[in-house]
């Protein structure tokens, strides 16, 4: 498993009584000395993790007088615009309540592009931060990658993360479709909000250098956690950007990436 960075875990430190509450906007934080007494780390591993906590908007350094919480605006705390920005968002957390095990669903094979008889591998999870659970995820992967995965190499890292890294695998591509619902009693729960809470629901299908889905996910966020970021352009002449394409020199998803409905998470 790998091992978070040391200003990732002060960074976390630190942001636990923002996301709890108990640091409020306008409260100042401790100082770099108290800080690299407390975490026993450099003044640079202090300067770092104040300096992600900045980019996210949860806080303001000010010369001379310290560094305090700020307002938070609703779900300005991740954004995503790129398979990168996902699998950064994926880095700043945690999984928790995982379930790794082999199933058939002729829905999700098809998404897979595999037959509907053959078994998938599913990954549950519910992704955390500072405390707080930010989405809860469902992802699938054909057997042909999932037989070669562990339960232990998805303690850590993004299903997604641990199949390019560990199997070789490059994501060159992927398809997404964002739709609104609501948090049944189930998602309620894992998700530590009341049932109805309005809910981000995000469907993925991620696509390797040959054009064949490697994994397919669906996940459902928290609306005040999170939003997202696309870039639009206007005019014929204009390039297309579809949302998560990374190094896609055409600017077009696989065609096998076809579009399917949100899915309520009970069942198998």
Do not use: C
Request: glycine share 8%; net charge positive.
């Amino acid at each position: 498993m790998r091992k978070w960075p040391l200003y990732m875990r002060v960074k976390e430190a630190i942001l636990k009584p923002i996301v709890s509450g108990e640091l409020r906007p306008g409260d100042r934080l401790p100082t770099e000395d108290e800080l690299m007494r407390s975490h026993r780390v450099s003044r640079i591993t202090v300067r770092q993790a104040l300096e992600l906590l900045e980019r996210d908007g949860l806080v303001e350094r000010f010369a001379g007088k310290g560094t305090f919480v700020t307002s938070r605006p609703p779900g300005a705390g991740w954004t995503a615009s790129s398979i990168d920005d996902v699998l950064q968002l994926g880095a700043e957390t945690f999984p928790e309540k995982i379930e790794w095990r082999t199933l058939r669903d002729p829905d999700v094979a098809a998404r897979l592009a595999v037959p509907a008889a053959e078994k998938i591998y599913r990954l549950r999870a519910v992704r955390v931060r500072g405390g707080a659970p930010i989405y809860f995820i469902e992802a699938f992967v054909p057997a042909r990658i999932g037989v070669r995965l562990r339960r232990a190499d998805l303690t850590r890292d993004m299903l997604i993360s641990v199949v390019e890294r560990n199997l070789g695998i490059p994501i060159v591509s992927g398809l997404e479709e964002v739709t609104a619902g609501v948090a049944d009693r189930q998602l309620a729960q894992r998700l530590r909000v009341s049932e109805g809470t309005p809910l981000l629901i995000l469907e993925l299908t991620y696509a390797g250098p040959d054009g064949r889905p490697v994994e397919y996910a669906r996940a459902w966020y928290r609306a005040d956690m999170f939003r997202r970021r696309n870039l639009l352009s206007r005019g014929r002449g204009s390039a297309w950007h579809p949302i998560l394409v990374a190094d896609n020199s055409k600017n077009e998803p696989p065609a096998e990436l076809a579009r399917a409905r949100p899915r309520s998470i009970r069942g198998k």
